[in-house]
């Protein structure tokens, strides 16, 4: 098919080069906006639409894809795809695109700075100096804890997993891991295999790298917080419903553990009013795991790329549902 008889939906705003890339083999109809498509404006796009390139803020139902009866691929710009009906897509025979192994060490170096951020109070120490309170040195004063030495509970040793373990190594810190099974050749990255009560027990910093599923979500509950120790940091890089955020509320007020450092909440955005930021132990940020450059541009060549191999009818690189491509 020429390039006037293709037709591809774009979600958001991307960068030119990355649009061009896209204009050179078919009509475009961008979403040209910071902010994320509404649902019905998408459903209304999708129609007589070859390709989709899309952000893990839209939702890709069964709906949609109804409308969308000429839907030759989904190409997501992200790792994730919780967004995306995958068994529907699988039913409908469209192959479903990620970008994964491109931002595990950029998302692994984000969970080390909230690491560090959490127990040596970095962002209250310059809230701190902001307001004026810095005086005579004291003692005790701004003191926090140490990521040289502690125990770090992995939960989730994949790509990004294991990314953060070679880190740890070099902070001599003591590695435990969870996850469904262990693989012997986990050992390399001097990580320990444990159950979960365990890991939660004896860890100083549990970090969470595993994906959003039906046996994960939730995952970090009231339970769960309290096996953990008082003096322990909640990292969370992965997903926000994997945490139970109303216990976790409960878990920081009540000292029932010291902190928490979160890349990933429930809602995205947070809003401005939501409890958890009123909490001088908690460090927010705003989902900035891939958030560097050289590491989003890798993510929108990928997702190119297995949007242009979708609608010329070739095998995508990356593709989350390779059953579509079984006899």
């Given at each position: 098919?020429?390039?006037?008889?293709?037709?591809?939906?774009?979600?958001?705003?991307?960068p030119d080069?990355?649009?061009?890339?896209?204009?050179?083999?078919?009509?475009?109809?961008?979403?040209d906006?910071?902010?994320?498509i509404?649902y019905?404006?998408?459903?209304?796009?999708?129609?007589?639409?070859?390709?989709?390139?899309?952000?893990?803020?839209?939702?890709i139902?069964?709906?949609?894809?109804?409308?969308?009866?000429?839907?030759?691929?989904?190409?997501q710009?992200?790792?994730?795809?919780?967004?995306?009906?995958?068994?529907?897509?699988?039913?409908?025979?469209?192959?479903?695109?990620?970008?994964?192994g491109?931002?595990?060490?950029?998302?692994?170096?984000?969970?080390?700075?909230?690491?560090?951020?959490?127990?040596?109070r970095?962002?209250?120490?310059?809230?701190f100096?902001?307001?004026?309170?810095?005086g005579?040195?004291?003692?005790?004063?701004?003191v926090?804890?140490?990521?040289?030495?502690?125990?770090?509970?992995?939960i989730?040793?994949?790509?990004?997993?294991?990314?953060?373990?070679?880190?740890?190594?070099?902070?001599?810190?003591?590695?435990?891991?969870?996850?469904?099974?262990?693989?012997?050749?986990?050992v390399?990255?001097?990580?320990?295999?444990?159950?979960?009560?365990?890991?939660?027990?004896?860890?100083?910093?549990?970090?969470?790298?595993?994906?959003?599923?039906?046996?994960t979500?939730?995952?970090?509950?009231k339970?769960?917080?309290?096996?953990?120790?008082?003096?322990?940091?909640?990292?969370?890089?992965?997903?926000?419903?994997?945490?139970?955020?109303?216990?976790?509320?409960?878990?920081?007020?009540?000292?029932?553990?010291?902190?928490?450092?979160?890349?990933?909440?429930?809602?995205?955005?947070?809003?401005?009013?939501?409890?958890?930021?009123?909490?001088a132990?908690?460090?927010?940020?705003?989902?900035?795991?891939?958030?560097?450059?050289?590491?989003?541009?890798?993510?929108?060549?990928?997702?190119?790329e297995?949007l242009?191999?979708?609608?010329?009818?070739?095998?995508?690189?990356?593709?989350?549902?390779?059953?579509v491509?079984e006899?």
């Amino acid at each position: 098919m020429s390039r006037d008889e293709l037709k591809v939906v774009v979600t958001r705003r991307l960068p030119d080069e990355i649009l061009a890339r896209i204009r050179e083999a078919a009509s475009v109809q961008l979403w040209d906006s910071d902010d994320p498509i509404p649902y019905d404006t998408l459903v209304e796009w999708i129609a007589n639409c070859d390709g989709l390139y899309c952000l893990l803020t839209e939702r890709i139902d069964a709906g949609l894809l109804d409308v969308g009866s000429k839907l030759k691929v989904i190409s997501q710009m992200a790792v994730g795809y919780d967004n995306i009906d995958i068994a529907a897509c699988t039913t409908k025979r469209i192959p479903v695109g990620n970008t994964p192994g491109v931002l595990d060490e950029t998302t692994a170096d984000l969970a080390l700075a909230l690491m560090l951020a959490s127990a040596r109070r970095i962002v209250e120490g310059a809230d701190f100096v902001k307001a004026g309170k810095w005086g005579a040195w004291r003692p005790m004063e701004m003191v926090g804890r140490d990521l040289y030495g502690s125990t770090v509970g992995i939960i989730g040793l994949g790509r990004i997993g294991k990314a953060v373990a070679r880190r740890l190594n070099g902070f001599g810190c003591k590695l435990l891991y969870f996850q469904r099974s262990s693989d012997p050749k986990d050992v390399e990255f001097g990580a320990s295999y444990v159950d979960l009560p365990t890991l939660l027990r004896e860890s100083d910093f549990v970090t969470l790298h595993c994906p959003l599923n039906a046996e994960t979500r939730g995952l970090i509950d009231k339970a769960a917080l309290r096996q953990m120790k008082p003096t322990a940091i909640l990292i969370n890089t992965a997903r926000g419903p994997i945490v139970d955020q109303e216990a976790l509320y409960w878990a920081l007020t009540d000292g029932v553990i010291a902190g928490a450092g979160l890349d990933v909440t429930t809602p995205e955005p947070l809003p401005k009013d939501h409890p958890l930021l009123s909490l001088a132990n908690v460090v927010v940020v705003p989902h900035i795991g891939s958030a560097t450059i050289a590491t989003r541009m890798r993510m929108a060549t990928l997702a190119v790329e297995n949007l242009l191999a979708g609608i010329y009818g070739e095998r995508l690189p990356f593709c989350v549902n390779p059953e579509v491509y079984e006899s």
